[in-house]
């Protein structure tokens, strides 16, 4: 009998104890590659699997997202630094882009930190280890202990190893609630975040870090609002990975003027090749979506030849029938579609604003409901110095344009445009005994990210 009770009690033990643990997770990493897992504005190696963890050594500093979004969930997993004061973090509800001009997405994040990261007082900083924030934007309602800055929700105590050794993070984080545990006890908390559905990434920021053991449990869904859903990436694939002018075309000659400064692409429009100055994607593109975040650094140039364009695409003009021009400080650049410079969307300091077709608008064969399609309906361009961001669609022949998240050219069909063609970010000006000529580009890119069709 004592026999037969053992028999019967052992599977009961087991069965309690996979659903007090395991029941109902699954892995996030098969511990052989990065299935399931997509680079975000980093190089496709800069978290690599190895010896069954994630790993980065920190450059450049971006994230590493889910393929898809997740709303409530209980994530855990195991970290390690492998530096004293190595910073990362784990991002919850992310966008699938990084925020305009920044390396991170707008979300929630969880900190890395290791325990020697040098501040003036253990826990007593504006940040420390497993503490929780909004980042770019997203709401957060702090809770429990506040970090001394009252931007933060901190842990009640520290309860990390000190690298290398391992760590354990639990996070459970339900219908915008979140709770972080630290090697087994909730340390954490914070509430009502927005979004509250969206990508976990990995923060690659500097210093090398290792996962493992990453696993994800989902919860029912508490239906969120549109305006709590994080940006959808779905498909996107970045065309800039911060370090390297990999899948483009550096003009022959340029002798260094295209430029990767702190992971941007600088260009100061001096380039010394002797013909193509722009520089050119390696890949050819037919329908496609294109993100880019871009920013003018300064306009040295006062354009005498600046006018004020009309919604019908013609520019205003005087009694005589003469263009009345507006002079203005100016830089110039663009972005060619489909392999011809023609087919351009601007950058510049106009009146009508960045995401007009100046190629498209004054040929005058054309008809003029297409001149006029390719006017932006609005200036949506932040003052010089800040960054933007263009959103770009090309299906077959017709073309829309979002700039900073305004609709500037709706939509328009252009005769005549090629079926296929690379893209380029392009050269414009030229200096002559010291002075600027045309309106330079003295400009920069980041954040470039391409789904086709």
């Known amino acids: 009998m004592k026999i037969l009770l053992k028999m019967f009690l052992i599977p009961l033990i087991v069965h309690a104890s996979l659903i007090a643990g395991e029941i109902g997770f699954v892995n996030m990493f098969n511990g052989d590659d990065l299935g399931g897992w997509v680079p975000c504005n980093i190089a496709a190696d800069t978290f690599y699997a190895e010896d069954g963890m994630i790993k980065t050594m920190g450059h450049p500093v971006g994230m590493l997202r889910t393929e898809r979004m997740y709303e409530n969930f209980i994530m855990e997993f ?16 992310a966008d699938g882009f990084p925020s305009i001009g920044s390396p991170y997405s707008r979300g929630i994040e969880i900190q890395i930190l290791d325990e020697g990261f040098n501040r003036p007082g253990k826990n007593e900083w504006y940040t420390t280890q497993g503490d929780v924030f909004p980042v770019n934007g997203a709401q957060l309602t702090l809770a429990g ?16 190893q000190a690298s290398p050794e391992w760590n354990h993070y639990r996070v459970e984080a339900n219908n ?23 990508y976990l990434m990995l923060e690659s920021e500097g210093a090398e870090i290792h996962f493992r053991n990453l696993k994800i449990m989902e919860l029912p869904s508490t239906h969120p609002q549109p305006y709590e859903i994080a940006e959808n990436a779905d498909g996107f694939v970045p065309l800039f990975d911060g370090l390297s002018f990999d899948g483009w075309k550096v003009p022959e000659g340029d002798n260094g003027h295209w430029k990767i400064v702190n992971q941007v692409m600088d260009y100061d429009a001096m380039s010394e090749a002797g013909g193509e100055k722009s520089l050119w994607s390696e890949q050819s593109f037919r329908d496609f979506d294109l993100v880019v975040d871009w920013r003018i650094k300064e306009t040295p140039y006062t354009n005498p030849r600046m006018y004020h364009v009309l919604p019908d695409g ?29 087919y351009q969307v601007n950058i510049w300091c106009w009146p009508v604003g960045s995401g007009e077709m100046y190629g498209v608008r004054k ?17 949506a361009d932040r003052p010089v110095g800040e960054w933007n961001q263009f959103f770009i669609s090309v299906r077959g022949n017709h073309v829309r344009v979002l700039l900073n998240g305004q609709v ?12 296929e063609g690379p893209l380029a970010l392009q050269h414009h000006g030229h200096m002559v005994d010291g002075k600027w000529k045309s309106s330079p580009s003295l400009v920069q890119f ?3 990210f391409v789904r086709e069709y």
């Open 314 to 342: 013609l520019e205003e003009m005087d009694a005589a029938g003469n263009p009345i021009p507006y002079p203005a400080p100016d830089s110039d650049s663009g972005i060619y579609l489909r392999g011809q410079g023609k």
């Open 145 to 160: 202990r506040i970090s001394p800055n009252g931007r933060r929700s901190f842990p009640m105590e520290e309860r990390t």
């Open 176 to 198: 915008g609630d979140i709770s972080l545990s630290i090697n087994g006890k909730e340390v954490t908390i914070a509430k009502a975040a927005n979004p509250r559905m969206g």
């Open 363 to 379: 040929d005058m064969k054309l008809p003029a409901e297409v001149r006029a399609g390719v006017t932006p309906i609005r200036k």
């Open 446 to 448: 980041r954040n470039i």
């Open 78 to 93: 195991e970290w390690r630094h492998m530096e004293p004061g190595g910073n990362s973090g784990l991002f919850i509800w």
């Open 408 to 419: 500037v050219i709706p939509g328009v069909e252009i005769p005549g445009m090629p079926e």
